[in-house]
């Protein structure tokens, strides 16, 4: 008889543990990592370039977009070379996102980029000008 309980408890304990493993969690308009889960985050498995999100140091796989619809992963700015901030709502399923939302946000500019800009921007105005000819009065 206590064999049979003892069964009857595992099994109990067993069938709890998968419902919380299958139960989904939602997340609404949150800003997190995206980039390639593989060439940034790192993720050994599976193998070639996958769009993923860091939320809290946890690395999750997206359901509903993926890395070319976001423009070519390998540019400077593409998700194999950078990691960028999106606003995410989706269902969190195992270590899968279900998106139903993916705004990737714009990148902020660092200082030195803008001042190379600038300064570059500087220089076409002053070409610009000297070669611009008036007409005489």
């Known amino acids: 008889m206590k064999k049979f309980y003892l069964l009857l408890l595992t099994v109990g304990l ?13 997340i609404n308009q949150k800003t997190v990592e995206a ?21 809290k140091g946890r690395i999750y796989f997206l359901d509903g977009t993926n890395l070319d619809a976001h423009g070519d992963a390998h540019e400077e700015d593409g998700f194999c070379n950078a990691i960028r901030q999106a606003v ?15 705004n990737l946000k714009p990148l902020e500019k660092k200082s030195n980029q803008i001042l190379t800009e600038l300064s570059i921007s500087q220089k076409s105005s002053v070409t610009l000008c000297s070669a611009t000819s008036f007409p005489a009065k």
């Open 14 to 26: 067993l069938t709890q543990a998968l419902q919380a493993q299958k139960k989904s969690k939602n």
């Open 35 to 55: 980039s390639c889960a593989q060439c940034k985050f790192k993720v050994k498995e599976p193998q070639g370039c996958d769009l993923a999100i860091r939320v």
């Open 88 to 102: 995410v709502t989706g269902t969190i399923k195992g270590n899968r996102i279900q998106v139903s939302q993916f």
